[in-house]
């Protein structure tokens, strides 16, 4: 038993020195695995993995914890792990997924350690599953942009839809549609104390539109609950 004892620790012992580091100390990366680095401590290596969800950037400082979201990873050849399994919204333990169904764009959680965040992209953006950031939703593929935004472009020529055409939402005067290429709708809100003025075809005074002369309250009322 001693000497199983013996050759298993020498085996181990071989495991660990057969990563030669390139310096003392420091962290760096697997050639074949993108989840994989080496831990070096006086010379000493040993092999880590990522958090699930997380990967090794190879442009990161050797002194620098490694593992990153892969948006920001390049693995090149480096093979990528399978998820460990989901649990509830999160497609795995670390990273930001799309929530809901592609009429509800704009949800998106943020897991840690499997633990889920909710969050909503600003108003009128749809999440990118794999850009990982907020962005106009004719601009995400999976997203139903007209069952999202509530709103379809009118019909119009080529030269009209040149222009990016504008239109008022139909039930918010500080909302509007801007359809770009005439048919790909994005909603934009107005400024502060502004409406969309149909005359002019962007934002401008309440009183200038009829119909939205009273949308904000006046400031006594604002103050007086």
Not at 14 to 36: H, V
Not at 45 to 65: H, I, M, Q, T
Not at 66 to 73: A, G, H, N, Q, S
Not at 184 to 205: E, M, Q, Y
């Amino acid at each position: 038993m001693a000497v199983l004892q013996f050759v298993i620790t020498l085996a181990l012992i071989g495991w660990t020195q057969a990563y030669n580091c390139p310096y003392p100390n420091g962290y760096f990366s697997d050639e074949s695995r993108c989840e994989k680095f080496w831990e070096c401590r006086e010379g000493v290596a040993e092999e880590v993995s990522c958090p699930d969800g997380l990967l090794v950037n190879e442009k990161a400082a050797a002194f620098r914890y490694p593992c990153d979201y892969p948006v920001d990873v390049e693995c090149g050849k480096r093979t990528i792990p399978p998820a460990e399994g989901p649990s509830g919204n999160c497609a795995r333990k670390w990273g930001m997924f799309k929530t809901g169904s592609d009429n509800s764009c704009g949800d998106f959680v943020n897991c840690v350690d499997g633990v889920e965040h909710q969050f909503k992209c600003p108003e009128g953006l749809a999440w990118h599953p794999t850009l990982w950031r907020c962005e106009w939703p004719d601009q995400v593929p999976t997203c139903n942009v007209e069952a999202f935004l509530g709103f379809k472009c009118p019909d119009v020529d080529e030269y009209v839809a040149a222009t990016n055409p504008v239109y008022g939402h139909p039930t918010d005067c500080a909302r509007y549609f801007v359809c770009i290429e005439g048919n790909k709708p994005r909603l934009n809100v107005c400024g502060a104390k502004t409406v969309f003025d149909k005359s002019i075809g962007a934002c401008g005074a309440p009183e200038s539109v009829p119909a939205c002369a009273n949308y904000y309250p006046p400031e006594s009322e604002k103050y007086s609950a």
